[in-house]
Every structure is written in C-alpha cells, then in structure tokens.
C-alpha cells in the first residue's frame, strides 16, 4: 500500500467523524492517492477485520478498528498539545509534525508527558484526546457544518487537523466554543454565511464546512448544566 496501516485507519475515522462511515473518494481525497489504492488499502483493512463496508458501500470502522485508532488518536493529539504549548510551532505545521511523532510508542514517555501537560483533555483543534468507547461513539451530537440548518443556532466544537483546513480556519476568524447562527446557505454559491450575536459575519466555504464541526446550543447548555 502507497500509505501505511495507521494513515488510512486515521483518515477513515476523520472522514466519518460525523457521519456512520465514508467512501472511496472522500479518502482518496483526504490521502491524495488514487482511488484504485484505495479500494486495495480497505480490502486489506476488511480482511484484518478492521473495517466494514456497510449499506450504499459505506466504509467504517470495525471495533478492532476502534481500537487501534483510539490509541492513535490519543498520541496524535497528545503530541499536537506539546508541538502547541511546549514548542509554540505554528498551528498549520502542527498536525504533520505531530503525525510523525505519533509514531513513537513508548508507554512510559507518553505518561511523562501526558502528566507534564496536564493531562488535556482536548487538542488544540477541538478534537479529543481520549475517544468514546466503541459502543457510545454514535452518541455524539456533533454535525459537520454544511449539515447545520438555515436560522439555527450552534457551538463550534472541533474542526478536521489538516494543514490546509488549519490555514482556512485562521483566516475565518472563528474561534472554538463560539456560538453562531446559519443565515444563508446559498445554492448558486457553495458559501454558508454565519453571523455571531454581534452580527458580525462569516462566510465559510461548503467544501471546508463539511470539515468544521458544531453542536447545538440546546446540548452545549445541557452540558454546562449538568457540570
């Protein structure tokens, strides 16, 4: 395979972060390879028993699949944290340096620095660091943002760690945890506009919306209830 085990069990959980599972193409395009290596990578990844193509050819994670990508999420974001914090590398450069350090494995220098920083809970990006079980990980509420409906109301919650989509997000001047009302969603444009209760504006690219990711207001207040 032109990408390792690791690469397409990662894109494969991102690109179905808020969905129940992804496609071919989505990641072809996430990875940047072909979509004939593609269908030879998922082949291999449904014959290890870690993936499963679902109805309407749907590609998802099986538990086993889970599994591994919990333990790799959390090293990813852990060293996101400390590329962040500790090195203050720009944000942009953040998710491929930290990708590479993921690869390190030793148990030991993970707790030392999961414990140096603090144990965080949440990435730089939004994303976190300790995954739901297996179980629970179709009880999230989160909704990628061209889903979100024209007049409602969402929390800003995590958006994809990629370079590109990193760069995009600087420039929008969104921050996390901000509340923002969907006015528009314009068909002869692929543009969403938002407005915040300054009724200052922001107007996302589609392409990228599908890759920032929201909650509603009505959970987030649940949420701030119930701590």
Avoid at 63 to 71: E, M, P, R, T
Avoid at 97 to 121: K, S
Wanted: net charge neutral.
């Amino acid at each position: 395979m032109r990408k390792s085990i690791s690469n397409y069990l990662k894109t494969i959980y991102e690109a179905s972060y808020a969905k129940s599972g992804t496609n071919n193409k989505q990641i072809a395009t996430m990875l940047g390879v072909l979509p004939g290596s593609v269908t030879e990578a998922v082949n291999h990844l449904e014959k290890a028993g870690l993936v499963v193509h679902q109805t309407y050819h749907q590609i998802a994670l099986t538990k086993a699949g889970y599994q591994i990508v919990c333990d790799l999420m959390f090293r990813y974001r852990l060293c996101e944290v400390w590329l962040t914090q500790k090195i203050k590398l720009p944000l942009p450069s953040v998710p491929k340096q930290a990708w590479l350090m993921a690869a390190i494995n030793d148990q030991e220098l993970l707790r030392r620095l999961n414990q140096q920083l603090a144990q965080p809970a949440i990435s730089p990006f939004g994303g976190q660091l300790e995954l739901p079980a297996f179980e629970k990980r179709d009880q999230r509420v989160v909704q990628s943002l061209d889903t979100v409906g024209v007049n409602e109301t969402i929390i800003i919650d995590s958006y994809l760690e990629s370079p590109s989509t990193v760069k995009y997000w600087q420039h929008t001047s969104l921050q996390l945890g901000e509340q923002l009302t969907l006015v528009e969603s314009a068909d002869a444009l692929p543009v969403l506009t938002l407005v915040d209760d300054q009724d200052n504006e922001y107007l996302i690219n589609a392409a990228v919306a599908r890759y920032i990711y929201a909650k509603p207001v009505s959970v987030q207040s649940l949420v701030t209830t119930s701590n």
